[in-house]
Nanobody
Framework: QVQLVESGGGSVQAGGSLRLSCTAS????????????MAWFRQAPGKEREGVAI????????YYGDSVKVRFTISQDNDKSTVHLQMNSLEPEDTAMYYC???????????????WGQGTQVAVSS
């Protein structure tokens, strides 16, 4: 079983920055092919869940949602069990619960996310 634990959420004024982290733990997590894709999703009240960023951990290839391109950066530690989301130039529209997720995939596709964290709240005030 894999556990994902997020940290780093909080409150910030518009234009500010936050860095979220997600650590995966469990049996053989570093060689677990079922979590080669790690991602951040977010969900604001009354809105559907939105994909923010994905990283394919074997190669470091990244994908971003259109609303966060340029402003957000997903990265991973060398051990590939911790990913980070650096969020710059935050806007009130970025206010949401942010969830870390992990699942199987390849360099071209991360089709499903089987493991989810509990979420960390981000609030951006104007």
């Amino acid at each position: 079983q894999v556990q994902l634990v997020e940290s780093g959420g909080g409150s910030v004024q518009a234009g500010g920055s936050l860095r979220l982290s997600c650590t995966a733990s469990g049996h053989n997590v570093r060689s677990n092919s079922s979590i080669v894709c790690m991602a951040w999703f977010r969900q604001a009240p009354g809105k559907e869940r939105e994909g923010v960023a994905i990283i394919y951990t074997p190669s470091g290839k990244t994908y971003y949602g259109d609303s966060v391109k340029v402003r957000f950066t997903i990265s991973q530690d060398n051990d590939k069990s911790t990913v980070h989301l650096q969020m710059n130039s935050l806007e009130p529209e970025d206010t949401a619960m942010y969830y870390c997720a992990a699942g199987p995939g390849n360099a071209r596709s991360c089709p499903v996310f089987d493991y989810w964290g509990q979420g960390t709240q981000v609030a951006v005030s104007s």
